[in-house]
T-cell receptor, first 112, second 116 residues
Framework: DVVMTQSPLSLPVTLGQPASISCRSS???????????LNWFQQRPGQSPRRLIY???NRDSGVPDRFSGSGSGTDFTLKISRVEAEDVGVYYC?????????FGPGTKVDVK | EVQLVESGGGLVQPGGSLRLSCAAS????????MSWVRQAPGKGLECVAN????????NYVDSVKGRFTISRDNTKNSLSLQMNSLRAEDTAVYYC?????????WGQGTLITVSS
């Protein structure tokens, strides 16, 4: 199975400051169809996960443009340009290239 | 508006069975792969199973193979997960999600507790 790792696992942030989460996969996430299936999800306390980014860098509808995704191959990053209070929660990367699709352990973002 | 509503959760004894359902609306259900994803209490996320648009292809994570069966009824816009031989480690919130590789929409989840 593809192992997804994230760092840091805990990220205390100052409101208005940038934040960055790293995600690495144990093998390339380029699928046989040429797409790189790396997604980012946000899970606020008590809520279902919500997808923010798909295929590395595509922002979902309604997702604020302060969220951005980048990376390639096995190394990916989620960036929040200026953290707001509503961004508190756990962020997961997930690979959809190789079954079983797998998630990272999650990065807990909270306010300092 | 896309809506996914899970039902069927509850308390079940080890070795028991349960059937989860997911009612989909707001999109052409038969056009999409569908998935079940679970989250044990206080833990991370795990893709359990997915099913192709016409039901001809199904995938299962190893830990549930032979025990869980995913199915769909495109005439009723419904996704199901039949869970047999349940174990304590199956205790989790089970989410229904649209598509497989992308999981772009999720339901609110239904809690399964396996305990004697």
């Amino acid at each position: 199975d593809v192992v997804m790792t994230q760092s840091p696992l805990s990220l205390p942030v100052t409101l208005g400051q940038p934040a960055s989460i790293s995600c690495r996969s144990s093998q390339s996430l380029v699928s046989s169809d040429g797409n790189t299936y790396l997604n980012w999800f946000q899970q606020r306390p008590g809520q279902s996960p919500r997808r923010l980014i798909y295929k590395v860098s595509n922002r979902d509808s309604g997702v604020p443009d302060r969220f951005s995704g980048s990376g390639s191959g096995t190394d990916f990053t989620l960036k929040i340009s200026r953290v707001e209070a509503e961004d508190v929660g756990v962020y997961y990367c997930m690979q959809g290239a190789h079954w079983p699709f797998t998630f990272g352990p999650g990065t807990k973002v909270d306010v300092k | 508006e896309v809506q996914l509503v899970e039902s069927g959760g509850g308390l079940v004894q080890p070795g028991g069975s349960l059937r989860l359902s997911c009612a989909a609306s707001g999109f052409p259900f038969s056009d999409y792969w569908m998935s079940w994803v679970r989250q044990a209490p206080g833990k991370g996320l795990e893709c359990v199973a997915n099913i192709k648009q016409d039901g001809s292809e199904k995938n299962y994570v190893d830990s549930v193979k032979g025990r869980f069966t995913i199915s769909r009824d495109n005439t009723k816009n419904s996704l199901s997960l039949q869970m047999n031989s349940l174990r304590a480690e199956d205790t989790a919130v089970y989410y229904c999600a649209r598509t497989a590789r992308g999981l772009e929409y999720w339901g609110q989840g239904t809690l399964i507790t396996v305990s004697s």
